[in-house]
Every structure is written in C-alpha cells, then in structure tokens.
C-alpha cells in the first residue's frame, strides 16, 4: 500500500464520512473503491469503464431514445 | 469500402452499454468488450449526447463524448451531402414507418459500406434487411 494526502473541503469530508458510516466501511475504502470506479479496469480498453456507469431504472431504455430526443411521437 | 466484419453501432446500443438496467446491457457489455471494427456516424455521436443532456446533465453528456473518443475500434463516419439525400429518399421510401433522420442516415451509410451487422436493440434498423446483433451473436 502507499500511502498519500488528499485535501477535501469540509462539505466534501462530512458527505464521504457519512457514505462510509453507511456503507460500514472506512474512509480510505471508500477513497479507493471511488478511485476505481473511474479508472480503466483494462488500460487497453479505457471505454469499459463506462460500462454501467449509468442507472436509469428502465430496462427498455434503450428503445426509448426517441421519446427523450425528440420528444413523445404523436 | 467496409472491412469484413465490420458492425455499425446505433445510438441505442451505446445506450444499453452504459446503463446497467438495460435488458441488453450485458449483451453489449460483452460485444464492446472484444469488438469488431466499428463505425457510427456523426449523427448518433450527436442523439447520444442530447440523450444525456435531456436525462442527466452536461457532466453525464460530456462523458459519452468521452466514450466515443477513448473507443479506439470505432470511426466516427462523416456525413456529406450525398448521405443525407440517400437518406431522404429512403424515408419517403417507407414513410409509414417512424424512422428518424439519423436513422435513416445510418441504413444508408451500412448500404454504401457494405457493413452487414448492426448494433442497435432498435428493430427499425432491420427494416432493410440488415442483421441486428441483438437477433443472434
């Protein structure tokens, strides 16, 4: 492990605590489970890290972009 | 001209990519994991990047924009006037079906490269005979 310093604002160190509390794990945990979410999981292919970046809640999502772009078809 | 298996990516299968809720998100998870060459064109590049804008917000949107540039296999295939004429034709063609205009564009550009397979769970871009990933791979 390596050890480093991270400076956070006050409102960012209260909300990361807090999410940890929650999560039942340590800050530092929760700093590197963070950090790996946005780093490329294979450097060869740094576009899997998008896979799944986003959770809408609709699983035909993707058959919906018309309504979202352009609105509802009349 | 295409190279042989090479895929076009419609906007709808970037979006399954990206969202885990998805019913498709594991399929395209594992298509973009290994993939062919790939081509899109300017046109999806753009309805993703509203799609984000209109659901999430500029952060969300600008890290499509990412994807698309950090995605090494896939080419960003220019529009010359020519394409959309072809696509304006293709839409009178078949005006009773609710084809959009980047649609359109895409069918027609898949034509003039001989591409054979599409990434898309829309099944309007299998109206012209094209196969869809989503049918079998």
Same mark, same amino acid.
Request: proline fraction near 3%; charge should be negative; aromatic fraction near 8%.
């Given at each position: 492990?390596?050890?480093?310093?991270?400076?956070? !604002?006050?409102?960012?160190?209260? @909300?990361? #605590?807090?999410?940890? +509390?929650?999560? /039942?794990?340590?800050?530092?945990?929760?700093?590197?489970?963070?950090?790996? !979410?946005?780093?490329?999981?294979? @450097?060869? #292919?740094?576009?899997? +890290?998008?896979? /799944?970046?986003?959770?809408?809640?609709?699983?035909?999502?993707?058959?919906?972009?018309?309504?979202?772009?352009?609105?509802? #078809?009349? | 001209?295409?190279?042989?298996?090479?895929?076009?990516?419609?906007?709808?299968?970037?979006?399954?990519?990206?969202?885990?809720?998805?019913?498709?998100?594991?399929?395209?998870?594992?298509?973009?994991?290994?993939?062919?060459?790939?081509?899109?064109?300017?046109?999806?590049?753009?309805?993703?990047?509203?799609?984000?804008?209109?659901?999430?917000?500029?952060?969300?949107?600008?890290?499509?924009?990412?994807?698309?540039?950090?995605?090494?296999?896939?080419?960003?295939?220019?529009?010359?006037?020519?394409?959309?004429?072809?696509?304006?034709?293709?839409?009178?063609?078949?005006?009773?079906?609710?084809?959009?205009?980047?649609?359109?564009?895409?069918?027609?550009?898949?034509?003039?490269?001989?591409?054979?397979?599409?990434?898309?769970?829309?099944?309007?871009?299998?109206?012209?005979?094209?196969?869809?990933?989503?049918?079998?791979?």
């Amino acid at each position: 492990m390596i050890r480093t310093q991270v400076s956070l !604002s006050e409102e960012e160190y209260e @909300a990361a #605590k807090l999410e940890a +509390r929650r999560l /039942g794990i340590s800050l530092a945990e929760l700093l590197r489970r963070s950090l790996r !979410s946005i780093l490329p999981v294979d @450097a060869s #292919k740094p576009w899997m +890290r998008f896979a /799944g970046m986003i959770v809408t809640g609709d699983p035909e999502s993707s058959q919906h972009i018309d309504e979202v772009v352009y609105g509802h #078809k009349g | 001209m295409g190279t042989k298996g090479e895929a076009y990516v419609d906007t709808s299968a970037f979006i399954a990519f990206v969202d885990r809720s998805d019913s498709y998100h594991d399929l395209f998870r594992r298509l973009f994991d290994d993939p062919p060459s790939l081509v899109t064109s300017v046109q999806v590049v753009a309805e993703g990047h509203a799609w984000f804008l209109r659901r999430y917000d500029t952060y969300r949107a600008l890290q499509f924009l990412s994807l698309i540039e950090e995605m090494e296999p896939l080419e960003v295939l220019d529009t010359k006037t020519a394409d959309v004429e072809q696509a304006t034709t293709l839409l009178r063609q078949v005006s009773d079906q609710r084809l959009t205009l980047t649609d359109a564009i895409g069918l027609s550009l898949m034509r003039l490269r001989d591409v054979e397979v599409c990434w898309s769970t829309d099944f309007h871009m299998g109206s012209t005979g094209i196969s869809l990933a989503i049918h079998g791979v």
